[in-house]
């Protein structure tokens, strides 16, 4: 069996203080520009829910035409 006492002892000896691992990060300035809104993130996040909507109606509708044509059997879904 490994000797984890003397593992965690070895461990803690032979890491660098905190000091030399960490180190103090200078603030950015603040930026007085406002931010952009040209309108695309909001068309960007319409078309998604849009495409992602007909993309399931489109699908749904796809797997019940295909179920009723007895093409695949629905059991083989779930």
Do not use: W
Request: hydrophobic share 40%; charged share 20%; net charge positive.
């Amino acid at each position: 069996m490994p000797d984890f006492e003397a593992l965690v002892r070895h461990q803690q000896t032979s890491r660098r203080p905190a000091t030399e691992r960490l180190k103090v990060v200078e603030k950015l300035p603040i930026s007085n520009q406002s931010p952009t809104t040209d309108g695309k993130n909001l068309s960007t996040l319409f078309f998604g829910f849009v495409g992602g909507l007909s993309g399931s109606i489109l699908g749904t509708g796809l797997i019940i035409y295909l179920v009723n044509k007895e093409l695949i059997d629905f059991k083989l879904l779930f």
